[in-house]
Each structure stands twice: as structure tokens, then as C-alpha cells.
């Protein structure tokens, strides 16, 4: 065998494996969305069990909200420092230990910390994906790979309606809580067995925040961050919370056909986001496909608010649209990775992704206390 098929083959391996690596952390992003909708298919059981009101249960479901948003940036200084194979596994494992939590708590309190440490965990899914795909990948590639991470996690969110709510109703909540735990404990074998660190950063914590600081100086960082923003209430507020009753209202429906027409919209993020991923890395621009779908999702979703007695076909299509237009979101992450140095990527992801996921934090419970206003 001659030096060169050696070197031909050897590649071939080393690109084989980091697919599966960025697979792993891909569908470490779906298990995260199932966790976070979980608790949209749970409403009348948890109100019923803990005997709370629609804003505790708008509180509990935000406490995901507050471990995810407020681990982004520990998160990617650690990626950026420590590289994501051991991070990963060790996040998945914690999903797990959160789940268990969730499933045996005795009080409410107890409830929110087993989302509290789920949503912490689950930060390090989506930025594990995109450090993989940075490190391994040539930047040209970068927002496809997002996108198609990004379908893998709406798929989550879907599969975290209608599907799980028939396993709640075939078991109870607790249960599925605990069938869910099971998910984190083989997804981090397969991240300890799949995934690689190709490059992490030199020197100490000094050097890392020092990425951190030119990250932070860096305007572009923050205003891709509020506009990434305007993507999650449609889709945290509404389709991972709150969707599911208002549509068991307005429409008369069951809640698991409520539940799959909710999911439209992410089904509609999940084909969006790579299919922009794809265009914005084919024109070579970032700014047109984001505004452009910022501006889609904002107009089906007044629609869906503003328009009453619509048929079932056309509320499904508006919510296709909204999740569709959100998935520009994608192209945000691309951008303020090439708008900072590459040693800081993670920390440039890390700052966005806060902003933009904790918002659902404050989206669920504010749409939670609207609803107590009038809510008999």
C-alpha cells in the first residue's frame, strides 16, 4: 500500500468519525428540545399533582430557561478551552440526573431544580454540535451543518408533542420522565465513544476571557444577539409551552391533535433551518436570509393571533410559516462566529445563545401571568 492511499485512507477515517461526532452532539439536540417542550404535554397533570395555577407552572417550565441561558457562556469558554468529547458526556449524563430528579420530586421547588439541572446540561448540546462541526469542517460548511443540527433539534420538539403525550397517556408523567433519563445515559456513551477534540485553546483562564473580552467588544456580537431573540417567542413561548392549550381552546381540540398541529412549528423550523444554512452559505451572505426570515415568522404569527376563526388547514400553514421564518435564526450563529476570532468561537456563540434561548424564560411565564388575568 503506497504513503498516499495510507494518507487517503486515513483522512477518510478521521472525516468518518467526526460526522459521527457531530451526529452524536446533533442528536444530543434533539433529546435537549424533548426535554424542553416536555413540560407543554404535562400541564394538566403537574396543575393537578402540585395544585398550581397556569404562572407556576409558566415558572417551572422557564426554570430550563434559566440553567440553559445561564451556562452559554461558561459553555463556550469551556469548549473553547477543554474541547467539547468530555464536556459532552458528561452534560448528557447530567440531562439524565435531572430527569430522575424531575420524576421523583416530591414539590414543586424540587420539580424546578430537576429543570433547572436539565436545562444547564442541555446547554452544552447545541454549542457541542457547532464546535465539532467548526473544528472538523471547513468554514463554508459551517451554517449547513448548524441548520441540519438545528432540524435534528426541532424534530425533538416535535417528537416532544404528540408522541410524548401518548406515552404520558399511556403511563403518567413521572414515568416518561424516567424512560427520558434513560436517552441522556446512551448519549453519553455514544459521546464518549464518537466524538474527538481536534483543537483547544492555549494557555490559562486568563487567555480564554481575554477571547471573551474582544468577544464582547465586538457590536455585531450583541446585535446579532437581540434580533436572534425576536426568533424564540413564537416558538418558546407559544409552540414550547403554551400553544397546545390556547389551540384545545380556541379550536375544541383534543390535546394531542393541538399538540401535532403546535408541532408545525417545528417541523417548519426544522426544514428552514437547513435549507437557509444551505442558501446563506450559497450566496455568501448572512444579513438577507436572517431579516428576511424575521420578517416571515413575525407575520404568520400576527396571523395566528390576530386572525380568529381560521380553518385548521390555514392555522397549520401559519405555524409551518413561523417556524420556518424563525430557522433564519441559524444564519445569526455563522455570522458571529466569523465576526470574531476563531480561537473565540465558542464565546462568541456562547454570548448569542443566552439571549436568544433565554428569552424563553421570560416569554413563558409573562404569557402564563396574561393568561391568569382572565383564566377561570
Keep these: 500500500m503506497s504513503a498516499g492511499t495510507e494518507t487517503r485512507g486515513a483522512r477518510h477515517s478521521a472525516l468518518h468519525l467526526a460526522l459521527l461526532g457531530w451526529a452524536t452532539g446533533a442528536l444530543f439536540f434533539f433529546y435537549a428540545w424533548i426535554l424542553r417542550v416536555a413540560p407543554s404535554v404535562m400541564i394538566d397533570e403537574l396543575m393537578r399533582d402540585f395544585a398550581v395555577g397556569a404562572t407556576a407552572i409558566g415558572n417551572l417550565s422557564a426554570f430550563y430557561f434559566y440553567g440553559y441561558a445561564g451556562m452559554q457562556i461558561p459553555v463556550g469558554l469551556l469548549m473553547d478551552r477543554f474541547g467539547p468529547r468530555r464536556l459532552m458526556t458528561v452534560a448528557a449524563a447530567g440531562c439524565a440526573a435531572g430527569c430522575v430528579l424531575f420524576a421523583m420530586a416530591p414539590s414543586l421547588w424540587a420539580l424546578s431544580l430537576g429543570r433547572f439541572l436539565i436545562g444547564a446540561t442541555a446547554a452544552f448540546s447545541l454549542v457541542g454540535a457547532m464546535t465539532v462541526a467548526g473544528q472538523w469542517f471547513p468554514p463554508a460548511r459551517f451554517a449547513l451543518l448548524s441548520g441540519l443540527a438545528m432540524m435534528l433539534g426541532m424534530a425533538g420538539g416535535v417528537f416532544g408533542q404528540a408522541p410524548l403525550r401518548l406515552l404520558v397517556e399511556r403511563l403518567d408523567w413521572q414515568q416518561a ?15 464518549a465513544a464518537t466524538v474527538r477534540d481536534r483543537a483547544r485553546a492555549a494557555g490559562g483562564l486568563r487567555q480564554v476571557m481575554g477571547g471573551m473580552v474582544q468577544v464582547g467588544r465586538n457590536r455585531q456580537t450583541w446585535l446579532i444577539a437581540i434580533a436572534g431573540m425576536g426568533t424564540t417567542g413564537p416558538l418558546l413561548g407559544f409552540a414550547g409551552l403554551w400553544g397546545v392549550p390556547y389551540l384545545a381552546l380556541t379550536q375544541g381540540l383534543d390535546r394531542t391533535a393541538a399538540a401535532g398541529i403546535t408541532s408545525m412549528i417545528f417541523i417548519g423550523w426544522g426544514v428552514g433551518a437547513p ?14 436570509p436572517f431579516v428576511a426570515g424575521l420578517m416571515l415568522s413575525a407575520t404568520a404569527m400576527a396571523g395566528l ?24 435564526q441559524i444564519v445569526g450563529f455563522a455570522a458571529v462566529r466569523e465576526l470574531n476570532p476563531p480561537a473565540a468561537a465558542g464565546a462568541a456563540i456562547g454570548v448569542v445563545n443566552p439571549l436568544v434561548t433565554g428569552a424563553g424564560a421570560l416569554y413563558q411565564p409573562l404569557l402564563g401571568w396574561l393568561l391568569d388575568l382572565a383564566w377561570t
Design 177 to 191: 420522565s424516567l424512560a427520558l433519563a434513560a436517552g441522556g445515559v446512551l448519549l453519553a456513551l455514544a459521546a
Design 275 to 288: 435549507v437557509v444554512g444551505w442558501f446563506s452559505d450559497r450566496i455568501r451572505r448572512r444579513k438577507l
Design 305 to 328: 393571533a390576530w386572525a380568529p376563526g381560521l380553518p385548521l388547514w390555514a392555522v397549520s400553514v401559519l405555524c409551518f410559516l413561523c417556524g420556518f421564518g424563525g430557522a433564519g
